[in-house]
Nanobody
Framework: VQLQASGGGLVQAGDSLRLSCVAS????????TGWFRQAPGKEREFVAG????????YVANSVKGRFTISRDNAKNTVYLQMNSLKPEDTAVYYC???????????????????WGQGTQVTVSS
């Protein structure tokens, strides 16, 4: 599976962005998919994810109520809608996919085999 993330940019606090992650090579059906982010000097952290049966309800507490993950299997695309952005959301955002990760490990980036190249999100105050 090849993943291509896009949609990042420079925005002001309170603005919105929508990230997209297009998969090619294989259908995403049967794959868990997730968005992770990594700020300079920090470890990669889980943001939101969808299960292998496309249940997109896994959201980190730090973004709950502001970010929404969704998936369109027909378009082989995963989205991350980010609202009410804060400066602390600044990071490189990565999409990931894996067809063997289990629910209890959706938030563990080391469980994912396939990664997009990352897209930079910068939120100014």
């Amino acid at each position: 599976v090849q993943l291509q993330a896009s949609g990042g940019g420079l925005v002001q606090a309170g603005d919105s962005l929508r990230l997209s992650c297009v998969a090619s090579g294989r259908t995403l059906r049967g794959y868990a998919t997730g968005w992770f982010r990594q700020a300079p000097g920090k470890e990669r952290e889980f943001v939101a994810g969808c299960s292998r049966n496309s249940l997109c309800t896994y959201v980190a507490n730090s973004v709950k109520g502001r970010f929404t993950i969704s998936r369109d299997n027909a378009k082989n695309t995963v989205y991350l809608q980010m609202n009410s952005l804060k400066p602390e959301d600044t990071a490189v955002y990565y999409c990931a996919a894996d067809n063997s990760v289990i629910a209890s490990h959706y938030g563990d980036y080391q469980q994912y085999d396939y990664w997009g190249q990352g897209t930079q999100v910068t939120v100014s105050s």
